[in-house]
């Protein structure tokens, strides 16, 4: 038993329109920050390649560079190239050392 007062009940009434709230803004995107440990070793192997034991370390360094680009490292290519570079370098440098003292 309604009375006139009363409004009537939310689900009774077909020209009342349902709404929804409004959807919560999406916050933007943002790209995590690349962790470039592997690329930033490789670049280090390159520096150390062109001292000592190039093949080891030149190696090492295009290994971890290759790995580094793979796993989504920017640097992971270039540190690759540069163990490359850093590795023919030293090779270059050890026989052109050997064979002056020679």
């Known amino acids: 038993m309604t009375s006139s007062q009363d409004p009537p009940p939310q ?3 077909p020209n009342t329109q349902w709404s929804q709230p409004p959807p919560y803004p999406q916050p933007p995107y943002k790209q995590p920050p690349s962790n470039q440990v592997l690329s930033i070793i490789g670049f280090v ?3 150390v390649a062109v001292l000592f034991i190039p093949i080891l370390f030149g190696l090492a360094g295009i290994v971890l560079g290759i790995v580094g680009h793979t796993r989504g490292e ?5 540190a690759a190239v540069a163990a490359g570079v850093g590795m023919i370098i030293g090779i270059a440098l050890g026989v052109i050392l050997v ?4």
């Open 99 to 102: 064979s002056s003292m020679s």
């Open 74 to 78: 920017p640097l992971g290519k270039w």
């Open 11 to 13: 689900g009774d009434d």
């Open 45 to 47: 192997c390159a520096v």
